[in-house]
Nanobody
């Protein structure tokens, strides 16, 4: 039932950084564990990072571990993804979604935000 709006994507050179934001409305935000997913052209959507409802527990796909940091501000109903040391293979549309572990719960996906990393 939550509505999600992703923002913060853009074009960046390899090695650069971006911070994505996901603003949520509807429901009680802090009750949901949240995750970031991404989908590149011709590839399946994949899990990137997750954070518990409290923000205490975080977990990551191996491909981004050590480079990306997920966090949340429940007072602002917002989830963040700090992306450092970006690589061209990080190029994708990034989405946020409530999750159970690494699995998105049922419901519609938002429009996402495009991240493009050039070499």
């Amino acid at each position: 039932q939550v509505q999600l709006v992703e923002s913060g994507g853009g074009l960046v050179q390899a090695g650069g950084s971006l911070r994505l934001s996901c603003a949520a409305s509807g429901g009680t935000f802090s009750r949901y564990a949240m995750g970031w997913f991404r989908q590149a052209p011709g590839k399946e959507r994949e899990f990137v990072a997750g954070v518990s409802g409290s923000g205490i527990v975080t977990y990551y796909a191996d491909s981004v571990k050590g480079r990306f940091t997920i966090s949340r501000d429940n007072a602002r109903n917002t989830v963040y993804l700090q992306m450092n040391s970006l690589k061209p293979e990080d190029t994708a549309v990034y989405y946020c979604k409530p999750v159970l572990g690494r699995t998105a719960i049922s419901g519609n996906w938002g429009q996402g935000t495009q991240v493009t990393v050039s070499s």
